[in-house]
Nanobody, 118 residues
């Protein structure tokens, strides 16, 4: 059974930074593209960044230039460095593996809450 554990969220002021981590267990991590998603109450989960198995990053327009996704295959971990945070970045953040068609592969973890507020 694959398990995903997200961490690193918290309360930060606008303009601040956070680094999220997502550790995967029970799977061969390196062969999968990985994505970071976020969800706010009442809205669908949205993809904010993804990274291919060959480490090519792709970002949603809303976070381009502010967020950086990376991966450490030796640690089965994917990261999301978030800079210049805005109140609209407030959400629960999740990670998951992605297929080429855009669907997710594994059960969702519990996520990590990011709150951007003064």
């Amino acid at each position: 059974q694959v398990q995903l554990v997200e961490s690193g969220g918290g309360l930060v002021q606008p303009g601040g930074s956070l680094r999220l981590s997502c550790a995967a267990s029970g799977t061969i991590f390196s062969s999968n593209a990985m994505g970071w998603y976020r969800q706010v109450p009442g809205k669908e989960r949205e993809l904010v960044a993804r990274i291919t198995s060959t480490r090519i990053p792709i970002y949603a327009d809303s976070v381009k230039g502010r967020f950086t996704i990376s991966r450490d295959n030796a640690k089965n971990t994917v990261y999301l460095q978030m800079n210049s945070l805005k109140p609209e970045d407030t959400a629960v953040y999740y990670c998951n593996a992605r297929t080429k068609l855009g669907s997710t592969l594994w059960p969702w973890g519990q996520g990590t809450q990011v709150t951007v507020s003064s």
